[in-house]
């Protein structure tokens, strides 16, 4: 099982929620789709016991302080590819909607993690799942979401928390 979640915004009671699921569910990956904001986040997301991935989104505006602070849990970057369970996966933020709808028409992956506009959303284009678990934060659309991918399959389910 794979633990997606995007749009945190130093929402750290939110959070803790997520890695306390992601932990209680014993995920094998978090992947992270950007915007996590502040270095300090990074306090939390180091209590998680999976591996974690994570891309920049359009508010890291600390991207150094943030770096530093994810050393040794994950490499920040504005794009991440990795497989799992012999899926290809890919993670952009979505700050650019051609880019991503590139990246899923290309079919080259299996998923493509995004976030960027707050909302839960799961489409499948051929046979590439494009999946964007909302907004983990809740600040614009008052609800907190993360999402689940079974790794086998691709089937998917987002978690209010």
Same mark, same amino acid.
Do not use: W
């Given at each position: 099982?794979?633990?997606?979640?995007?749009?945190?915004?130093? #929402?750290? *009671?939110? =959070?803790?929620?997520?890695?306390?699921?992601?932990? $209680?569910?014993?995920?094998? %990956? @978090?992947?992270?789709?950007?915007?996590?904001?502040?270095?300090?986040?990074?306090?939390?997301?180091?209590?998680?016991?999976?591996?974690?991935?994570?891309?920049?989104?359009?508010?890291?505006?600390?991207?150094?302080?943030?770096?530093?602070?994810?050393?040794?849990?994950?490499?920040?970057?504005?794009?991440?590819?990795?497989?799992? #369970?012999? *899926?290809? =996966?890919?993670?952009?933020?979505?700050?650019?909607? $051609?880019?991503?709808?590139? %990246? @899923?028409?290309?079919?080259?992956?299996?998923?493509?993690?995004?976030?960027?506009?707050?909302?839960?959303?799961?489409?499948?284009?051929?046979?590439?799942?494009?999946?964007?678990?909302?907004?983990?934060?809740?600040?614009?659309?008052?609800?907190?979401?993360?999402?689940?991918?079974?790794?086998?399959?691709?089937?998917?389910?987002?978690?209010?928390?």
């Amino acid at each position: 099982m794979i633990g997606l979640i995007a749009d945190t915004h130093d #929402n750290m *009671k939110a =959070i803790q929620e997520a890695v306390d699921f992601f932990n $209680f569910r014993d995920v094998a %990956l @978090v992947l992270h789709a950007g915007d996590l904001v502040s270095p300090f986040t990074a306090r939390e997301f180091k209590r998680l016991n999976a591996p974690f991935h994570a891309v920049y989104g359009n508010n890291e505006g600390e991207r150094e302080g943030l770096r530093d602070k994810f050393r040794g849990l994950c490499e920040l970057s504005d794009f991440i590819e990795l497989e799992h #369970n012999k *899926k290809k =996966i890919c993670i952009y933020h979505g700050t650019i909607p $051609f880019i991503l709808r590139s %990246l @899923v028409e290309s079919q080259i992956y299996d998923l493509v993690v995004s976030g960027h506009t707050h909302n839960p959303e799961s489409r499948r284009t051929g046979n590439t799942l494009l999946v964007n678990p909302g907004e983990c934060c809740g600040y614009l659309t008052g609800k907190k979401t993360i999402a689940l991918v079974d790794s086998a399959d691709l089937s998917i389910e987002f978690i209010e928390l």
